[in-house]
Protein backbone atom coordinates (compact mmCIF):
# COMPACT_ATOMS: atom_id res chain seq x y z
CA UNK A 1 0.00 0.00 0.00
CA UNK A 2 2.28 2.39 1.11
CA UNK A 3 6.28 3.12 -0.59
CA UNK A 4 9.30 2.20 1.76
CA UNK A 5 10.08 6.11 1.54
CA UNK A 6 6.45 6.86 2.51
CA UNK A 7 7.09 4.82 5.69
CA UNK A 8 10.38 5.91 6.27
CA UNK A 9 8.76 9.74 6.67
CA UNK A 10 5.29 8.32 8.61
CA UNK A 11 8.14 6.54 11.45
CA UNK A 12 11.32 8.96 11.20
CA UNK A 13 9.32 12.57 9.87
CA UNK A 14 11.83 15.12 9.21
CA UNK A 15 11.85 18.67 11.05
CA UNK A 16 9.09 17.80 13.21
CA UNK A 17 7.73 20.73 15.92
CA UNK A 18 7.65 24.19 16.34
CA UNK A 19 10.63 26.91 14.71
CA UNK A 20 10.05 29.53 17.64
CA UNK A 21 11.29 32.57 15.81
CA UNK A 22 9.79 31.69 12.43
CA UNK A 23 9.61 34.47 9.64
CA UNK A 24 6.63 33.04 8.19
CA UNK A 25 3.82 30.41 10.04
CA UNK A 26 1.00 28.72 7.41
CA UNK A 27 -1.59 26.37 8.42
CA UNK A 28 -4.38 24.27 6.45
CA UNK A 29 -7.21 21.38 7.37
CA UNK A 30 -9.53 21.34 10.67
CA UNK A 31 -7.93 20.89 13.95
CA UNK A 32 -11.13 19.74 15.04
CA UNK A 33 -12.15 16.70 12.89
CA UNK A 34 -9.57 16.08 10.26
CA UNK A 35 -6.11 16.16 9.03
CA UNK A 36 -4.56 19.77 10.32
CA UNK A 37 -0.81 21.10 9.59
CA UNK A 38 0.82 23.83 10.69
CA UNK A 39 3.76 25.23 8.92
CA UNK A 40 7.16 27.25 10.15
CA UNK A 41 9.30 29.42 8.27
CA UNK A 42 13.02 30.73 8.74
CA UNK A 43 13.82 32.61 5.94
CA UNK A 44 17.82 34.16 5.30
CA UNK A 45 18.80 36.04 2.43
CA UNK A 46 15.57 35.30 0.30
CA UNK A 47 16.05 31.38 0.63
CA UNK A 48 14.08 28.55 3.69
CA UNK A 49 16.96 28.46 6.27
CA UNK A 50 14.83 26.27 8.37
CA UNK A 51 11.44 24.75 8.46
CA UNK A 52 9.24 22.52 10.86
CA UNK A 53 5.61 21.55 11.05
CA UNK A 54 3.55 19.95 13.13
CA UNK A 55 0.45 17.64 12.06
CA UNK A 56 -2.63 16.23 13.33
CA UNK A 57 -3.09 13.47 10.57
CA UNK A 58 -3.11 9.51 9.00
CA UNK A 59 0.46 7.88 7.72
CA UNK A 60 0.10 9.52 4.62
CA UNK A 61 -0.40 13.08 5.56
CA UNK A 62 2.49 13.04 7.96
CA UNK A 63 4.67 11.50 5.42
CA UNK A 64 3.60 14.44 2.84
CA UNK A 65 4.44 16.65 5.37
CA UNK A 66 7.81 15.93 6.05
CA UNK A 67 8.64 15.08 2.30
CA UNK A 68 7.01 18.74 1.91
CA UNK A 69 9.75 20.21 4.43
CA UNK A 70 13.06 18.32 2.71
CA UNK A 71 11.37 19.64 -0.65
CA UNK A 72 11.52 23.23 0.65
CA UNK A 73 14.74 23.73 2.44
CA UNK A 74 17.59 25.69 0.98
CA UNK A 75 15.30 26.65 -1.64
CA UNK A 76 14.44 30.25 -2.80
CA UNK A 77 11.08 31.77 -1.43
CA UNK A 78 10.71 32.10 -5.44
CA UNK A 79 11.36 28.18 -5.61
CA UNK A 80 9.38 26.63 -2.77
CA UNK A 81 6.01 29.11 -3.74
CA UNK A 82 6.24 26.95 -6.71
CA UNK A 83 6.14 23.16 -4.62
CA UNK A 84 2.70 22.16 -5.53
CA UNK A 85 1.19 17.96 -4.10
CA UNK A 86 2.51 16.56 -7.35
CA UNK A 87 5.96 17.16 -6.51
CA UNK A 88 5.02 15.82 -3.02
CA UNK A 89 3.38 12.66 -4.56
CA UNK A 90 6.72 12.45 -7.23
CA UNK A 91 9.05 12.60 -4.17
CA UNK A 92 7.30 9.98 -1.84
CA UNK A 93 7.01 7.87 -5.08
CA UNK A 94 3.11 8.07 -5.23
CA UNK A 95 0.23 7.63 -2.72
CA UNK A 96 -2.83 5.37 -2.92
CA UNK A 97 -5.56 7.42 -4.65
CA UNK A 98 -7.47 7.39 -1.71
CA UNK A 99 -4.68 9.19 0.20
CA UNK A 100 -3.56 10.93 -2.52
CA UNK A 101 -5.47 14.34 -1.38
CA UNK A 102 -2.59 14.29 1.41
CA UNK A 103 -0.16 15.98 -0.49
CA UNK A 104 -2.22 18.85 -0.79
CA UNK A 105 -1.65 19.70 2.85
CA UNK A 106 1.73 19.79 2.98
CA UNK A 107 1.76 22.34 -0.25
CA UNK A 108 -1.06 24.53 0.84
CA UNK A 109 0.15 25.04 4.79
CA UNK A 110 3.60 25.69 2.71
CA UNK A 111 2.32 28.43 0.62
CA UNK A 112 0.05 30.05 3.60
CA UNK A 113 3.46 30.40 5.40
CA UNK A 114 5.35 31.83 2.70
CA UNK A 115 2.64 34.38 1.90
CA UNK A 116 2.53 35.60 5.90
CA UNK A 117 6.47 36.05 5.14
CA UNK A 118 5.53 38.10 2.49
CA UNK A 119 2.96 40.14 4.01
CA UNK A 120 5.05 40.34 7.17
CA UNK A 121 8.29 41.95 4.90
CA UNK A 122 6.12 44.07 2.92
CA UNK A 123 4.37 45.84 6.51
CA UNK A 124 7.82 46.29 7.74
CA UNK A 125 9.04 48.27 4.40
CA UNK A 126 5.85 50.22 4.48
CA UNK A 127 7.19 51.58 8.06
CA UNK A 128 10.52 52.63 6.72
CA UNK A 129 10.81 55.96 6.76
CA UNK A 130 13.84 57.03 4.63
CA UNK A 131 15.19 60.36 5.31
Known amino acids: MYTEKILDHFTNPRNLGVLEDADGIGVLGDPGCGDYIKVYIKVTDDHISDIR ?6 PAAIACGSAMTELAKGKSI ?3 AEICDADILEYLGGLPEEKAHCSNLGAGALQNAIINYLVKA ?10
Open 53 to 58: FQIAGC
Open 78 to 80: DEA
Open 122 to 131: LQQQEHVTVI
